[in-house]
């Protein structure tokens, strides 16, 4: 993990984040606190197919174990406010 003040990239410019994206993402550091992450698009892209692939895992799992219910979402929400 590559960790760098939000000051160098004001001084350097955006080359001190690429010099760091090539050791994985970039945690900037504002005012003493993690601030940011600035990631490669490639990183960001994985990420995503990522959270894709276990959400779906997730749905699938919910519906073997019978926790999916069927109707429209008024109908849900509407259940959901009587059992209150």
Sequence with gaps: MT???VQEIKRRG????????A?????LIKSNHP???VM???TYQ???????EA????SENDLKAGRVRRG??????????SQN
């Design 35 to 37: 601030a940011y992450v």
């Design 55 to 58: 959400r779906l895992a997730a």
């Design 3 to 5: 960790m760098m003040a």
């Design 23 to 27: 050791h994985g993402p970039v945690h």
């Design 72 to 81: 429209t979402s008024a109908q849900l929400m509407k259940e959901l406010r």
């Design 14 to 21: 955006i080359s001190a984040v690429d010099e760091g994206l």
């Design 40 to 42: 490669s698009e490639a």
């Design 46 to 52: 994985e990420m995503l197919t990522d959270l894709a």
